[in-house]
């Protein structure tokens, strides 16, 4: 996820006052108005006489450009290209690059899938700063779900669950991806929808037990007991379209658990997982299509998503491993 920066060359105080509303990560402006930005905003301001410009016009500026970059940072200018842009990446992790459009962040936030270290919006590129931003830092990598057959409902007695509550307003057909294991999550729907006794509660994602893998950005994992206040977390959809939101609090009680199990055909055979998940009406998870479906109601036959992987995690990493959780 590349940081985002506004460069207000020239200065407009009404254009930095809209990036700093967008969710930009800093702002590079003339060495005169550091001050008056940084009590705008807690932010990074970063004083543009210090951060050169460096044109890609030729093979030779690459080597300009990373020599300039280790004295600290520095960005290319608009008029970059794909290939040179990542013979840069294949050398440095502080590669900056200038955007006047969202369309020329986006490709920079892309390149060789990992994208630049930073987009760095001029001002032509202002009146698309809200969408660079959605775009490039809460949107994540798609993931692929898939149809799974429930095989299993049962009841398990009481054990702790963990509420996520974020700061974002969740929509029909999001939730996060929880499981027993980091190769087999359930998209956990959010409590987007009303009903005659609880009311809707579209922050809230009633994820799973303690124990449970959820995936996070970045292609990482943890178990739901460790997300905290302030902890980024993975949303999805049931078309596998991401987004990163914060946690605002999480709520850890003792409720009524049940055990939902469902499998996938493969080419290599069939695969399976598992998830606890409270037992009440208002938790859901997904049905192709987006639609939510109570888990009282669920029921062996049952076609919900999934999102199966190769098994093998430390510390929420990826690893190449034997490991089956069963």
């Not at 990036?19 to 060495?31: H, N, Q, T, Y």
Request: glycine share 8%; with cysteine.
């Amino acid at each position: 996820m590349p940081a985002i920066f506004f460069k207000a060359v020239p200065f407009s105080k009404e254009e930095v006052t809209l990036a700093l509303e967008s969710g930009v990560d800093g702002v590079i402006c003339p060495r005169s108005e550091c001050e008056l930005v940084a009590g705008l905003s807690r932010c990074n301001v970063l004083a543009a006489e210090d951060v050169p410009s460096i044109a890609l016009t030729c093979k030779e500026d690459e080597q300009t450009y990373l020599d300039a970059c280790r004295s600290g940072m520095c960005t290319l200018a608009p008029g970059w290209e794909i290939i040179p842009v990542e013979n840069l990446l294949a050398q440095s992790d502080a590669v900056y690059a200038e955007a006047r459009s969202l369309k020329e962040a986006e490709l920079a936030s892309g390149i060789l899938e990992r994208g630049v270290s930073g987009v760095v919006v001029l001002p032509e590129g202002c009146a698309d700063l809200k969408e660079i931003v959605k775009s490039c830092k809460i949107s994540l990598a798609h993931e692929e779900l898939v149809e799974a057959e429930v095989t299993e409902v049962r009841q398990v007695g009481l054990g702790h669950r963990v509420c996520v509550d974020t700061i974002s307003m969740l929509r029909r057909g999001q939730g996060m991806l929880v499981g027993n294991s980091s190769d087999f999550t359930f998209l956990v729907h959010a409590e987007t929808e009303h009903n005659e006794y609880v009311a809707a509660r579209p922050f809230r994602i009633n994820a799973g037990a303690v124990h449970a893998y959820t995936r996070l950005p970045h292609d990482r994992t943890c178990y739901l007991e460790e997300l905290r206040a302030g902890s980024e977390v993975q949303i999805v959809d049931s078309t596998g379209r991401t987004m990163i939101a914060s946690v605002g609090r999480i709520k850890l009680e003792v409720r009524p658990m049940l055990l939902v199990r469902a499998s996938v055909k493969t080419a290599e055979g069939e695969k399976s997982g598992a998830v606890f998940l409270q037992n009440a009406e208002t938790i859901r998870v997904t049905a192709p299509g987006g639609i939510p479906v109570s888990v009282v109601s669920l029921k062996p036959g049952d076609k919900i998503l999934v999102r199966t992987d190769v098994a093998g995690r430390h510390f929420g990493m990826r690893i190449k491993e034997e490991i089956a959780e069963v």
